[in-house]
């Protein structure tokens, strides 16, 4: 399981220790009405926002044994890439692989602990709510006809990142130079098998290839 957060440019962060467990809440929303002489009344008012939130760490230093990946970022980069992402007036896209979350999603709060003995990591805890489209409905103008105006929809989808072959490359070469992990090179091989042919270790300089997403 991999959590990435990706803004609206395209830049995907990957959290590099997953939780223990995630929490995602959901309830309904309910409008309560005082009704003179007959009491309290509640009327459903539709669903409210889910809320996803975890705890987990950035690490100083990488451990295969809870790591995701090797190439950490700086726990103190790390925290004030959140903290932007919380700022921010657009949202960003939440996916959670193995799961079925992939959603708008703003960083409602997170928390930062530092804990003796371990210098360098930083332990955080992070909340997230699902964003949603603003609609907004104008009265009917001077032709009569009512008018509905819809907030834009920010373009979170990741760009395609393409590498173009360079004299000496392999496959592994360029999983362990683009994605992180030799072991990929499959994923690119699969991304690019009309461009490579049939035998995936007979590629040639100046091909692009499509990095995976």
Not at 112 to 122: M, Q
Not at 131 to 156: F, I, L, N, Y
Request: some cysteine; proline content about 7%; charged content about 20%.
């Amino acid at each position: 399981m991999e959590i990435h957060l990706i803004d609206g440019t395209g830049q995907n962060f990957v959290f590099p220790v997953n939780p223990e467990e995630i929490t995602i809440s959901r309830s309904k929303g309910v409008e309560t009405v005082n009704i003179v002489s007959l009491g309290e009344y509640d009327f459903p008012a539709g669903e409210r926002v889910k809320e996803i939130a975890f705890s987990s760490f950035f690490p100083a230093a990488y451990d295969p044994g809870y790591c995701n990946y090797q190439n950490l970022p700086d726990p103190q980069e790390a925290m004030n890439r959140l903290t932007t992402m919380m700022n921010s007036k657009s949202p960003v896209r939440m996916i959670i692989t193995d799961t079925a979350v992939n959603v708008l999603v703003t960083i409602a709060a997170h928390n930062s602990t530092f804990r003796g003995g371990e210098p360098g990591d930083v332990y955080f805890d992070l909340t997230a709510r699902t964003w949603r489209e603003m609609k907004v409905h104008t009265q009917a103008g001077a032709g009569g006809a009512a008018s509905t105006a819809k907030s834009t929809r920010p373009d979170t989808k990741k760009p395609a990142k393409t590498y173009v072959v360079k004299s000496g490359d392999t496959l592994s070469k360029i999983a362990k130079l683009e994605l992180g992990d030799s072991s990929k090179w499959q994923q690119i091989y699969n991304a690019n098998q009309k461009t490579i042919g049939k035998d995936p270790n007979r590629i040639k300089p100046g091909q692009k290839l499509v990095m995976p997403q």
